[in-house]
């Protein structure tokens, strides 16, 4: 029997498992991740005081980016793991290491306890989580991508809609504890609370991740000696298209991230209202991802995500103007569910396509290394570069500017893959 063949074999349950491992494991690694963001306002207050409140929280927001320096170390370093031991391998080393960096953030002592050490400690943590978010991507989109070659689509799509599901965990906090705590309750230990729920959930994902099977894919293939050198001498293109790829998805996610704390500062909505807009993008990617990835299967990749990132493209100005000027929570939901539909449009199929760029052997390396450096140029510090752009520009239109940026490189991107493509099937 093949290699082939022994991946196409119907194995519901097992594939199953692995969604549910791959997923679960995921969303609640990029829980402790993505919740620092949410709660940046606090974290400044508390960690980064400054007589500005603006270079205060611009600080927060950069420690946030600052983590995405990390990610193409652990992307290089994990990703060449995994494609030498295994997909499994190394997704339980990430979760091992993502819960050692909340475990610090969640009982760090605040900067009127000891000074200059409390941004210390917070920088290590979130540099430890950037390392292991780095080899997070590769390791799980390789896992899900490996399930079943006709339906790679609806598999690896689910890396994506773990994520809303991230948002949906870390947005629901949001909500609870704006809504139950005082701003003075919050600032004394609400905001430890995610922290807490991250690491207790800790042994719970590796108990899920220990018991799943690695994929035949990988145990069928040839492991490349030195995947990294491989990747990188070999897939230099294909590192680029993918990363290209990647920008309007993670400056759309981390704008995502950011709109509470926009909605707060610049629209003066209610903390309450304004993680429920985010909690709408959340469940509408949860639910919308798997259906889009499903239709790439059947329609190509490339249809589906041109045309939700011409639509990002022409949209989201307009979108962000009549928020501006009717800055109400009832436009902020409509404006947020609209993003959610447009981006699981581009979402749903692009692990997929990534995935197909590289071979086996070099599959994981190559996911690690142009996710993460695409996530660390562009995403990482979305938040920083949006509140930043409002601050220089004085328009409360900015976050729209980068967003649009981001859709044309990634259009350039997506053409680029289509001629390459276009290329191979006339040879």
Known sequence: MTATTLVASPDLSRRWRAVTAASIGNALEWFDFVVYGFFAVTMAKLFFPSENETMSLLVALATFGVTFVMRPVGAIVIGGYADRYGRKAAFILTIILMTGGTGIIAFAPTFSSIGIFAPILIVVARLVQGFSAGGEFGSATAF????????RGFFASWQFASQGLTTILATGFGVTLATALTVEQMESWG????????????????????????????????????????????????????????????????????MPTYAIRELGLPAAGAFSAALLTGVIQVVLIPIVGALSDRLGRMPIASASAVAILLAIYPMFAWLAAVPTLQTLLIVQAIMGVLLSGYMGGLAALMSELFPPRMRTTGLSISYSFAVAIFGGFAPFINAWLIDVTASKLAPSFYLMFAAVISLVALVAWYRSNTWKRSQ
């Open 191 to 258: 905001w430890r609370i995610p922290f807490i729920f991250g690491l207790a959930i800790g042994p719970v994902a590796y108990y899920i991740r220990r018991h799943v099977d690695e994929t035949i894919e990988f145990q069928s293939m040839q492991i490349s000696a030195s995947p990294v050198r491989e990747t990188i001498a070999q897939g230099k293109k294909r590192l680029l298209i993918s990363l290209g790829a990647v920008v309007l998805c993670t400056v759309g996610m981390y704008t995502v991230l950011f």
């Open 144 to 151: 899900l991508a490996e399930q079943h070659p006709e339906r």
